[in-house]
């Protein structure tokens, strides 16, 4: 974890211990980029200066079950309680979530196709009624959906499937009309090892060309809304289906408000924690000092030699770093997802090269608005040679 990022964490009121030896070595390669945060974690004593002690009846709380998970656990004496990986992988594919619409009874226009053919005749049909969307099994964060708005590209996307088919790769996709919605929102909720279904938050969404770009408190209206319309009763007896299926563990559910008003309340079952939670519990510690933030995040373009400290900095000499006493501002939320293609370059041997990064926030409104707060976050962001990328 960034030095800088930590100790600013820590001043504002944020207590943990991290481990502060980086687990990649510059000279794995290739191998090293693909390994996830658990291969590396037992592929070799790479736990520097912490003490293991430390992790003595520590249990060991991922934000997702992804394979290698089990293995840390042993490996470090961690206690667990997770599902199996098999289980994980199963209903977290777009193939449940519309399975798990017709096992509530709910109104679903998703159909499942296997072959070219299938999905050029189910698609011809939906494309008499408007555009529709095809939608990869397992695509992450609007990266497997496309949006089909005409026949010549419904038989280009055909002919490519029909070809990979050839090849030997299975066809298996979900597709469905493209819904003219109000908003995008979602439901965060956890289930027991017992079952027991535990509500914790709605988040309003911001997405754009599918993908996530921040989440913000859901308003009383949206609330109301879905009190009204049972949708807190769909997502007890989603949780109930899924605890059949094996899984226990946070959840969020991806839901939408049409323009006609009507709540489709089951769009994605992510089951793993999630960007909104994570703004959830960021407002829990916003609350004690009687404020209430936004979570979002800009991709930047950047080839200077700047650091994080220098970022934080900045942003503290224009006041608008957040701080309690100052009741305002940015809270970054990320270093490594800033910075990282920069380092990876500099292992490389190339420095000043072009590159991207990441960087999440909550913006905390308070004697700024959010408009001026943005506004004076991008001038900073700009004073530093970043370029917010479109």
Not at 296 to 312: G, I, R
């Amino acid at each position: 974890m960034n030095v800088c990022h930590k100790e600013y964490l820590h001043e504002i009121g944020f207590k943990f211990l991290s481990n502060s030896t980086d687990l990649e070595s510059p000279d794995v390669g290739s191998v090293g980029r693909t390994a996830n945060i658990f291969d590396l974690l037992t592929s070799a004593d790479r736990m520097g200066d912490m003490d293991l002690y430390l992790l003595d009846g520590a249990r060991l709380s991922p934000f997702a079950v992804i394979p290698g998970v089990d293995r840390t656990a042993a490996r470090y004496g961690l206690e667990q309680d997770f599902p199996a990986i098999e289980t994980v992988q199963t209903v977290n594919s777009k193939l449940y979530s519309t399975e798990l619409n017709r096992r509530l009874d709910l109104r679903c226009d998703s159909q499942t196709v296997y072959s070219p053919e299938e999905l050029l005749a189910s698609g011809l049909t939906l494309l008499n009624q408007g555009p529709f969307l095809i939608k990869d099994e397992f695509g992450v964060s609007g990266k497997g959906n496309l949006l089909i708005e005409s026949e010549a590209i419904l038989q280009r996307v055909t002919s490519y499937v029909a070809d990979q088919c050839s090849k030997g790769k299975t066809v298996r996709f979900i597709i469905e009309p493209f819904l003219r919605k109000e908003l995008d929102f979602s439901c965060q909720f956890h289930i027991d090892s017992d079952g027991t279904y535990r509500h914790i938050s709605v988040q309003q969404l911001v997405n754009r060309n599918f993908a996530y770009q921040g989440s913000y408190t859901a308003d009383d209206r949206l609330l109301h809304m879905l009190q009204e319309a049972k949708y807190f009763d769909v997502m007890k007896r989603a949780a109930r289906e899924l605890y059949r299926s094996g899984y226990h563990g946070d959840v969020c559910v991806d839901s939408m408000l049409l323009t006609d008003g009507r709540i489709v309340p089951i769009v994605e079952v992510n089951a793993r924690r999630s960007m909104s939670l994570i703004k959830h519990y960021v407002d829990r510690y916003l609350k004690k000092h009687d404020t209430a933030g936004s979570m979002t995040h800009a991709t930047l373009q950047f080839a200077c030699d700047v650091s994080f400290d220098q970022l934080l900095e900045s942003l503290d000499r224009e006041g608008v770093l957040y701080k309690p006493d100052r009741g305002f501002g940015i809270l970054p939320l990320s270093a490594n997802t800033l910075l990282i293609n920069k380092v990876v370059s500099e292992c490389k041997g190339i420095r000043n090269k072009q590159v991207k990064g990441r960087l999440y926030y909550s913006l905390i409104q308070g004697e700024w608005d959010n408009e001026r707060l943005t506004a004076k976050v991008k001038e900073v962001l700009s004073s530093l040679s970043f370029k917010i990328a479109r």
